[in-house]
C-alpha cells in the first residue's frame, strides 16, 4: 500500500490515474553520494520513502533512497524493491509503509513531519545547499524517538519493546533518544570521512572532500 503525504490533513492513498510508470531500483538511487550541491534554489521536490509509524501512526522515521528535485509525475510509481519492505514489526510494534511526499514550495515552512524527513535527506544527499529551503518549526513537527539496533521505536512503551525483543533471544541496543538520527543510517555521501557516526545528524550538508574526526559535530545545516 502506497500512501500520499501530500494532503496536509495527514496521509491518504495514493491516487493512481492513468497508464502506469514503475520505477526501478536504479532510478531510485540515480542521485545517491553523487550530486554535487546546487548552486540555483529548487522550488520543489518528490520522493517515495519508507516510513515507520507507531501505534498511533504517528511517524517515527522516512527513509527515501532517491529523492529528487522538481515536480512530481502522477505516472511514477515506487518500485517493486521498495514496495516489498512494508511490513508490520510486532518486536518494535512499528508499521513499515512506503509513502509518497511531495514539497510544492520549498520556501515555504514544512507542513508534517515526513515533508521534514524529505527536507533533511535533500540536504544530506546534496540536492540542496544550507539555507536553501524552509526549515521553520522542525522540532515542533519530528516526533522523540529511541534510535536502537533494531531501528527507530516509540518513547512511549519502550521498556516492552525491550521485553519482547529480550524474551526473543535478541538484545537490542540504544543509539540516542532524540528527534534526529544519525546521517550514515539514512545517507551516506561520496567522498567523505565520518570517524563517529553519532557525530553527524541526518541533514547535515557534506561536500566531497570532508573528514569528521571523533570529537567533531556536524548539525542538519
Not at 548552486?39 to 533512497?65: E, I, K
Not at 507542513?111 to 521553520?136: E, F, I
Request: overall charge negative; charged content about 25%; some cysteine.
Amino acid at each position: 500500500m502506497v500512501v500520499d503525504c501530500v494532503d496536509p490533513r495527514g496521509i491518504r492513498p495514493l491516487p493512481r490515474p492513468g497508464p502506469r510508470r514503475d520505477l526501478r531500483a536504479d532510478d531510485l538511487f540515480t542521485a545517491v553520494g553523487s550530486v554535487d550541491p546546487v548552486t540555483t534554489p529548487a522550488a520543489n521536490a518528490w520522493g517515495f520513502g519508507l516510513a515507520t509509524l507507531d501505534p498511533t501512526d504517528a511517524v517515527l522515521d522516512v527513509w527515501f533512497p532517491g529523492p529528487a528535485l522538481g515536480p512530481a509525475s502522477d505516472d511514477d510509481h515506487p518500485p517493486d524493491e521498495l514496495l516489498a519492505l512494508e511490513s508490520r514489526d510486532t518486536v518494535r510494534d512499528v508499521e513499515r509503509k512506503v509513502v509518497h511526499v511531495v514539497i510544492g514550495d520549498l520556501a515555504a515552512a514544512p507542513r508534517d513531519t515526513a515533508d521534514v524527513w524529505l527536507r533533511l535527506h535533500l540536504l544530506s544527499h546534496r540536492l540542496v545547499a544550507p539555507h536553501g529551503q524552509n526549515l521553520d518549526g522542525v522540532f515542533g513537527l519530528l516526533a522523540n524517538v529511541v534510535w536502537t539496533t533494531l531501528g527507530p521505536c516509540a518513547v512511549d512503551g519502550f521498556e516492552r519493546v525491550r521485553l519482547r525483543a529480550r524474551t526473543a533471544g535478541v538484545e537490542v541496543g540504544v543509539l540516542g533518544v532524540d528527534k534526529f538520527p544519525r546521517m550514515t543510517d539514512y545517507v551516506v555521501p561520496s567522498g567523505v570521512r565520518v570517524a563517529d557516526s553519532s557525530r553527524v545528524r541526518l541533514g547535515a550538508h557534506l561536500a566531497s572532500g570532508t573528514t569528521v574526526m571523533h570529537e567533531g559535530f556536524v548539525n542538519f545545516n
